[in-house]
Nanobody
Framework: QVQLVESGGGLVQAGDSLKLSCAAS????????IGWFRQVPGKERELIVS????????YYDDSLEGRFTISRDNAKNTVYLQMDNLKPEDTAIYYC???????????????????WGQGTQVTVSS
């Protein structure tokens, strides 16, 4: 499995931007598709965006309304999540996770992800 570490969370105001990073400690980073999940207290962790191993497939949840952008730099073993025009409802713990294998259309299911980071808190004040 791949070890993942998130960073970049923090406290911002509505309308601000944040860029999260997910660093992987694995020489086989390109074996993994990476997803970003978020979780608020009392709710299940939800998959909001994912990127396939070589950038060919990207999935965004409709709720993001085009405000988030995922990218990956395989040379740096890192995946990024650029979050723009943040809203209070984006407040959550954000996790990155890795999934091996292939899914048609790059549409990975939450239970495909088996390697997890520890999470990073994002808080958006109104």
């Amino acid at each position: 499995q791949v070890q993942l570490v998130e960073s970049g969370g923090g406290l911002v105001q509505a309308g601000d931007s944040l860029k999260l990073s997910c660093a992987a400690s694995s020489r086989t980073f390109t074996d993994y598709n990476i997803g970003w999940f978020r979780q608020v207290p009392g709710k299940e962790r939800e998959l909001i965006v994912s990127i396939s191993r070589f950038h060919s497939r990207v999935y965004y949840d409709d709720s993001l309304e085009g405000r988030f952008t995922i990218s990956r730099d395989n040379a740096k073993n890192t995946v990024y999540l650029q979050m723009d025009n943040l809203k209070p409802e984006d407040t959550a713990i954000y996790y990155c996770a890795g999934a091996s294998g292939v899914r048609a259309g790059g549409r990975f299911r939450p239970d495909d992800f088996t390697s997890w980071g520890q999470g990073t808190q994002v808080t958006v004040s109104s």
